[in-house]
């Protein structure tokens, strides 16, 4: 069961399209990867999802029911976090759930598990102004998780944290997805970390979406790039050019592979010419050479 | 149906908890402290000119510090408590937290504004109560004064409320433009500038189409009841002001 879809979605801003025809399928009990640049409508996308930017009617479902329609509905079961946490500063880490509760109608037992599962137990009569902002971005998923909802939307959680709050946030994501089952749809421009926490991911790429599926089927997806540097690259980079794609940057060999065992061939084949190999590696790319390669036909993909 | 009694009870407390630790609860409860010790000290240094013999001191000593108050100093709170309850939520960025509740948007705007009346409320309260205070110490300070006369508790606090109830159109105007502006420093200039307006044109024969002018025509009878047209047409307008609000919190977009 999907527990987002939107169709076609549509929004401009200022007379400028902002998303451009998205459809999206978030299935439940997932762990969603929502990737893109800065400035891709990532931030948008959620503003939809969650109600806070007008949309065209049934262009966006959660919970098989309309977001223009069933707004409080589908709030009451989805928890988010818009990127850097909207928290009281003036006030502590209780006092901002206890408003919430209130708000909510939530019980005020519920603060006390919060806290521990977010670990801030220790933390809670201290002033959110106090806070590090690992502290903050968990007790903004506490506020998320208050009405126990099924559905977690959370935009760059990891904004801004250092290497220790990236390493508990992610520890926490993927608690909440394994043992309280929920279905958590995250934004993010970092595509390692999406790698690391999602089973699906969709890469948006200007409002439009140019990959939506496994990230497994990712990895098969998009070309590898391989580094590679010979006795003779010139050469070495006619014969390679007979079967991949190939380029010379900065002394170097640029070869874009399908497949692991792509690297073979091309060992072989320097190996056949008699050509010496200094260096054979892969190359992660970043997600600005992801999305040409994701974008851009075969011709001009490396 | 105890929980449709409950829940919006604990809204309105949930707006309450949010002013802990805030100048705008300060400023409720200050200001009028202030303003009574000033009018107490004046008294103590020139009372002998403001007193008149034979007749009940209490009632010029709050007369001209409530007539005082509802011209400059009750508009101007107003002024700045509408900037200060809103920039809790504009400040911490809070509005993306609040428009993501499982509550009506509309209502958002409603509990905050019923917050701002509390403290409105709470400064006519304080006025009230410091004015009694600083009286009663006079009667030790300066018993020639004749303080120990009845101190007309009951008509100086529905003086107070009716001046409350005569700034209702300013309490929607100011709380509309401060719930709607980011900056801070807009709505406190629109309402500065059109209190100092209506204090300059105090004697101008149209003065009473200025609502910022309500409170202080409102104290001109003090023998009046709490109920008077001035009241009628700022709460009118509290009204539909508060309607407008609804409606633009309805169709909020929060980026």
Redo the contacts between chains.
Sequence with gaps: MNIIETNSLKYDFGGKPVLNGIDLAVQQGSIFGFLGPNGSGKTTTI?AL?????VPEKSIMLFGKDIRTHR??I??N?G?L?E?P??????SGY?NL???C????TPKKRIEQLLSIVSLTDDGSKKVSKYSLGMKQRLGIA?ALL?DPDLLILDEPTNGLDPAGIRDMRHLIKMLNHDFGKTIFISSHLLYEVEMLCSHLAILNEGKLVFQGKTSELRDKYAKLLIADTSDNSKAAGLIAQHFPVRVTNGLLEIAIKERNDAAVISNTLFRNELDIYRLETKSQNLEELFFNLTANDSERL | MIQSVFNPIMRFYAELQKLKNTLAIVVAVALPLFIAFLSFVIYISEGHKLVVPGINPWKGYIYHLQKFWAGLLLPLTIILEASLINSIEHSNNMWKQVYTLPVSKSSVYLYKLLSFIFLNILTAVSLTLFVQLFGYLLILIKPEFGFYAPSFFGESLMMSLKMMLASSAIIGFQFFLSFNFRSFIVPMVIGFCLTVGTGIASSWKYIEFLPYSYPSLSTNRQDAGIWDSYVSIAVISLVFLSAAGFYVSSKREIS
């Excluded at chain 1, 969650?50 to 007008?54: I, M, N, R, V």
Aim: zero cysteines.
């Design positions: 503003r969650l109600g806070l930017a007008h409080i509905e709030l009451r989805t988010s818009i850097y909207a928290l009281y500063n003036h006030l006092d206890h408003i919430l209130n708000l909510t109608s506020a009405t």
